[in-house]
């Protein structure tokens, strides 16, 4: 007998079910998925009844299964738990095979026999078991409600199982299933909405039914009744779901012009930050803004930036959003990590990439027992770190406190803060060139001058020297003769301070071979160690394992390592209150070449910026010409490499000398007036 009243039921449902099948090509999701299968197999059992089947047989088979099989789609489409194995496998595909097979044995034989009634309770076992093991995860509902929930619907399906009640035992099951997956979906989205209402109470409705139509088995009024209302249910219950994919979409639109809008606020607002300033001197004050903007207009209400120094840690350049024991905490953690530290730590397990440039790292490798960081369970955090072109690690952003952390990280809230990181590292390297180039050009501007200056004095002096000594020696009984002594003294010293005026203009003619770093400055440090101990001033020598040779002339090389100690020595003698005196020579290597830091914690330079410049000196005019760190820099640039000064924090000097491998040597870049513009 067909049952024609549902037609319009299976129109409206096969209209829906396109619906669902361009959702899900739209986006292939597992929820999706099930949604297409479980209304593909309501509008089969609708096909079915239609065309009457309910009696034995394979169209009565799918019409059971079209019944049990659909709220089970639905229900693990909110529930997407699966065993812990690889690959996962959904309890929902595990829970559809015995209760499958359970209403395909009864569609096909009502009467089992007694091997048919084992298999029977087999299958109720195994969909009990799984139910069980569902429910007893942790889900969107609370496991005080779905875990008993289950054991008791467990229990009554083996139960009617025993008794013979086979079809009964799929209205449960399928009663059952709807109940939770109403509950479920009202839990999952939470929120009143007209798709969550229609959704959740079509669910609900669509569970209670079953049991009259069960009990009114019977063609008659009240079997249409119940039949029409069920199919309406279904109905209203698919154009529910449908309605919760709008609004999701709805939601994740209005969300993603809010991301929109504010990644445009924050660039604007990040394009405002003055970098041109990290050139000068409000550098600290750049930083310090850049981070203030940060939190103001970004995802996290902490950033602290931090600094590759000279001495190989990291200082704090800037933060905002943190407490004074927070940024403390951090400074002591900096000062003690140094950059090879850092790069063992890239490597190691405890970072891990969040999303494009932006890394979640757990600090506490990096913590010491009582580590002031680990008292305020500061242990976690998002860097983005500030690399170089080769790759090197030259300090990090530190970024966390998230704002609004229900809401979790998208590549659009980072992606501004990313940008940012890069304007800062690219205007850090390019300060580092301007700051080399104008160097170069600066003592190159000097050195010829002090060359032609050389030139115009050599041929005089030689004169003054010249009848100096002559004078000398006719005039040995002459009172005079003691005036002339001295002149030729001064002529000399004269000559000398010429030689190196000359000296700094034009490299030196010599041979380079093969020298060893480590034995230069250990013979120096032998040398002039009497020397510290007499004027109580600590002498730290630190070379790395391994530290190559470099392309050199030896004799240059000790003299420059040796004029630079010296000058450190005799800092100590401008100042430097009561404290303990320490001068510091480490010596490390990277793939570029040797780098060499002497340090001390001196008064420091007066001005780091012309620590190189000819004649310029602090010293009294009779203790020193202000060539020395000149012809060290004339040296070093024969080496083809750098030399660099910078004062250190609260107080100290350091300089820094970088010496290429053999085979990669770096020139001081000659450029015109023209090319530096470009």
Request: proline residues 5%; glycine residues 8%; charged residues 20%.
């Amino acid at each position: 007998m067909t049952e024609l009243y549902r037609v319009p039921a299976l129109t409206l449902l096969s209209m829906l079910l396109v619906v669902f099948a361009l959702l899900y090509l739209q986006s292939r999701t597992t929820r999706r998925l099930l949604w297409l299968v479980g209304w593909s197999l309501a509008v089969l059992r609708l096909v079915m009844e239609v065309a009457g089947q309910r009696s034995t047989g394979i169209g009565f088979a799918l019409a059971n299964v079209g019944l049990v099989l659909p709220p089970l789609m639905f229900l693990g489409s909110m529930s997407p738990l699966g065993f812990k194995r690889w690959p996962k496998i959904l309890y929902a595909y595990v829970f559809a095979v015995p209760l499958f097979l359970f209403a395909v044995v009864i569609s096909l034989n009502p009467h089992p026999d007694r091997l048919l009634r084992a298999g029977l309770m087999l299958c109720t076992v195994a969909v009990v078991y799984v139910a069980v093991a569902w429910n007893a995860r942790r889900n969107v509902l609370p496991q005080w409600f779905t875990f008993p929930f289950s054991v008791l619907v467990g229990c009554l399906g083996l139960w009617l199982t025993y008794k013979g009640e086979y079809f009964f035992v799929l209205y449960i099951a399928q009663s059952s299933l709807n109940f939770m997956a109403a509950l479920l979906f009202a839990a999952a989205f939470r929120r009143f909405s007209p798709g969550v209402i229609f959704a959740s109470a079509g669910f609900f409705l669509w569970s209670s039914p079953v049991v009259l139509d069960f009990v009114f088995s019977q063609p008659g009024p009240a079997m249409l009744m119940i039949g029409r209302g069920v199919n309406l249910i279904k109905v209203m219950t698919a154009v529910g779901m449908i309605l919760l994919v709008l609004e999701d979409e709805i939601t994740q639109n209005k969300a993603a012009r809010e991301r929109d809008h504010r990644a445009r606020t924050e660039m604007e607002r990040y394009s405002e930050i003055d970098l041109s300033l990290l050139s000068g001197v409000h550098e600290e004050a750049a930083y310090q803004h850049a981070c203030e903007v940060i939190i103001e207009v970004s995802r996290f209400g902490q950033a602290l930036l931090f600094l590759r120094s000279v001495e190989n840690n990291f200082d704090v350049a800037g933060h905002a959003g943190m407490d004074d024991a927070l940024v403390a905490g951090m400074e002591a953690m900096g000062r003690r990590v140094t950059h090879a530290d850092v790069e063992r730590f890239q490597h190691s397990e405890s970072i891990a990439v969040e999303m494009g440039h932006t890394l979640q790292v757990d600090l506490r490798p990096l913590l010491v027992p009582d580590d002031p960081l680990e008292k305020l369970q500061y242990l976690r955090c998002h860097a983005i770190p500030l690399e170089t072109r080769t790759g090197a690690a030259d300090g990090c952003l530190i970024l966390s406190g998230l704002k609004q952390p229900e809401q979790p990280l998208q590549a659009d809230d980072l992606l501004p803060v990313e940008l940012l990181v890069a304007r800062l590292m690219a205007m850090r390297e390019h300060n580092a060139l301007m700051q080399r180039v104008a160097r170069s050009e600066k003592l190159a501007g000097l050195g010829q001058m002090a060359a032609g200056v050389a030139h115009e004095l050599n041929n005089p002096l030689t004169v003054v020297l010249g009848y100096s000594q002559i004078l000398e020696e006719t005039l040995e009984d002459h009172p005079v003769h003691e005036n002339m002594s001295l002149i030729r003294k001064e002529a000399q010293r004269m000559r000398l301070i010429i030689e190196s005026m000359l000296r700094f203009w034009k490299p030196s003619p010599v041979e380079h071979i093969a020298v060893s770093v480590a034995e230069i400055l250990r013979d120096i440090c032998q040398l002039r160690r009497t020397e510290f101990n007499r004027r109580q001033i600590e002498l730290q020598l630190h070379l790395a394992e391994g530290l190559p040779e470099v392309d050199g002339n030896r004799n240059q090389l000790q003299q420059m390592f040796l004029q630079l100690v010296n000058n450190s020595l005799d800092a100590f003698d401008q100042g430097g209150g009561g404290q303990a005196k320490t001068l510091r020579v480490d010596a490390s290597h990277d793939e570029e070449g040797v780098r060499i830091l002497i340090s001390d914690n001196g008064p420091g330079f007066a001005d780091p910026s012309r620590a190189f410049d000819p004649f310029f000196t602090t010293k009294s005019p009779r203790a020193g010409t202000g060539m020395g760190l000149s012809v060290c820099y004339a040296i070093v640039r024969d080496h083809g490499g750098e030399i660099s000064a910078h004062n250190l924090q609260p107080h100290g000097a350091a300089l820094v000398i970088e010496l290429p491998h053999p085979g990669r040597r770096r020139h001081e870049p000659e450029l015109s007036g023209e090319a530096l513009a470009r």
